[in-house]
């Protein structure tokens, strides 16, 4: 019972989310299409924020670039277990491009630590040891994060993602 009426309201809300992206449609800015497939592009970032880590949840200092794609992050760990959404978002395209690369120092002096890709549900594993390196990935539709999951994790992590010109 409970599904459905998730179901139901989601679909009311995208509904409403056409609606006003057609009724704001300006044939000057492009076709009817376009402006659909933009306010829902909108209405999907709009929820993606709620899907990073909060700066004041995160174990270390983040400092975004030009989104919440790119960015750097500096973190000491003590014994963390969890997960922290560092940097991304979820849309159907992103304005800024799709090429992305993470350059990261990760040091685990005790516990397990992953730092992975998440691109729509599935992981892309970056660096599970102490390493220094560069990962050059492209994002795709739907949910794209950058992820660190510890399992009583003590160690630091600098992280940089910066957009790759094409």
Known sequence: ???VKSLVALSLALCMVLCFAGCSSNNDEGNLKDNLVNG?????????KHAVTKDKNLQGER??????????????????NGEEFIFGGT???RDNGSNLEATY??????????????????????????????????????????VLRGDDFSGNLELTVKDVQE
């Open 1 to 3: 019972m409970k599904k």
């Open 40 to 48: 829902f592009n909108n209405w999907l970032e709009s929820f993606s």
């Open 63 to 80: 400092e975004n670039d030009i989104d919440e794609y790119t960015g750097s992050y500096t973190a000491s760990y003590d014994g963390f």
């Open 91 to 93: 849309a159907l395209e």
């Open 105 to 146: 120092s990760l040091t685990i002096t005790s516990g397990k630590a992953t730092l992975y890709w998440l691109s729509s549900g599935e992981e892309h594993i970056i660096c599970e040891e102490s390493a220094d390196d560069t990962y050059k990935f492209t994002l795709g539709s739907g949910d794209n994060y950058i």
